[in-house]
């Protein structure tokens, strides 16, 4: 194709749901990638767990994973790197001056590394600060942003499959397997995977709510 072709740039496909992605990567994959044109298209990540995943790469010219930045390790210990890698990509959009350091980095650790849900707290506890007549966010508006969030994600427990999967995942984040019970918590963002290696870990949000519930024992949520 020369350089006047046409090029087709799709985002938040990765949203997509278990039976439009179906539709769309498996059932409907080679007409629509059969269009004369190029195309760079977001893949929700639990699409890497399906059957079909190897047929779908074949048919693509490079499949990417862009992993979400670790911010703790499998011992829930900070990982300084991944915090520092995430203050930077704020302060490339922010003024530094804007946060306290512990509030910033209290959104970093309970986003989990997930950087939509750490602007979603930063935008929060953003408007939670004008409201007070601050010019700062401290690490109180931080607070309250995260249990705004920490809600939103409580109510996307489903039934008590999602907690007994939740808490497996908690004590083994390197299953042998990936069932469709998995694959939905990626959905929602409720589990968080890293590395590109098939490293999962509970959303630290849930990992609270959890706790909270007496569903497993976190001695550094």
Do not use: W
Request: net charge negative; with cysteine; proline share 3%.
């Amino acid at each position: 194709m020369d350089n006047n072709g046409i090029i087709f740039i799709i985002e938040d496909m990765d949203k997509l749901s278990l039976d439009a992605a179906q539709e769309i990567f498996v059932k409907y994959r080679r007409p629509i990638f059969s269009i004369k044109a190029r195309m760079i298209l977001t893949f929700p990540v639990f699409m890497a767990y399906n059957l079909q995943y190897n047929a779908i790469k074949e048919d693509v010219d490079m499949c990417q994973m862009l992993s979400i930045i670790k911010v703790k390790d499998q011992n829930k210990n900070e990982l300084e790197e991944g915090i520092s890698k995430l203050k930077e990509i704020v302060y490339k959009r922010s003024d530094e001056r804007l946060f306290t350091e512990d509030a910033l980095k209290f959104m970093i650790i309970k986003s989990g590394g997930a950087i939509r849900d750490l602007f979603q707290m930063i935008r929060d506890s953003a408007y939670e600060a004008l409201l007070c007549n601050y010019d700062i966010i401290n690490l109180e508006f931080a607070k309250i942003s995260y249990l705004r969030l920490k809600s939103e994600y409580e109510r996307l427990i489903s039934n008590e499959d999602d907690v007994a999967k939740l808490v497996s995942i908690y004590n083994e984040p390197k299953p042998l397997t990936t069932d469709e019970i998995v694959m939905s918590l990626l959905l929602r963002g409720l589990v968080l995977e890293y590395n590109g290696e098939h490293l999962f870990d509970v959303h630290p949000a849930i990992e609270d709510f959890l706790a909270e519930k007496g569903k497993l024992e976190c001695p550094k949520c």
